[in-house]
């Protein structure tokens, strides 16, 4: 009888284990994030230089650094409020992406992420793009 407790005890802290686990997990999932095709694969249609860079760099501190942070780690002020990790554009994930998908993604946003698309030029966002490529 000893020993059914016992075991009995040891299956319900592991279910118990499990179910704690599995909430982790869930709340910081992020589901993948599908840019059509059309943006994918747009180009950027401004230069990458300094003063794109520039410009860019002032824009990112005006509408993305507070959450992004200022190297774009995902460590930004307001982080810390979202249910969700801004992302780290840092990342080898992060810069594998194509300027369009950067685009799209910058200006459309979803869930916690905003859209911009009323409040930043397509001019502007690319200029961003280029910034956040830099990270």
């Given amino acids: ?9 040891a299956v319900m802290l592991l279910a ?5 686990l599995m909430s982790m997990i869930s709340v910081n999932y992020q589901k993948p994030w599908e840019v059509p095709a059309k943006f994918k694969n747009m180009e950027n249609p401004v230069k990458a230089d300094d003063e794109s860079i520039k410009m860019g760099t002032m824009l990112y501190k005006k509408h993305c650094a507070s959450c992004h942070g200022k190297a774009g780690k995902g460590d930004g002020v307001k982080a810390r409020q979202l249910d969700t990790f ?20 910058s200006k459309f946003g979803r869930d916690e992420m905003p859209s911009y698309e009323n409040k930043i030029e397509d001019e502007d966002m690319w200029h ?3 910034y956040m490529k830099t990270f």
């Fill in 128 to 130: 961003i793009v280029n």
């Fill in 16 to 20: 118990a284990l499990a179910v704690f």
């Fill in 1 to 9: 009888m000893k020993n059914t407790m016992k075991k009995l005890s």
């Fill in 86 to 105: 801004p992302g780290d554009m840092s990342s080898d994930a992060y810069k594998s992406q194509t300027d369009g998908e950067m685009f799209y993604k």
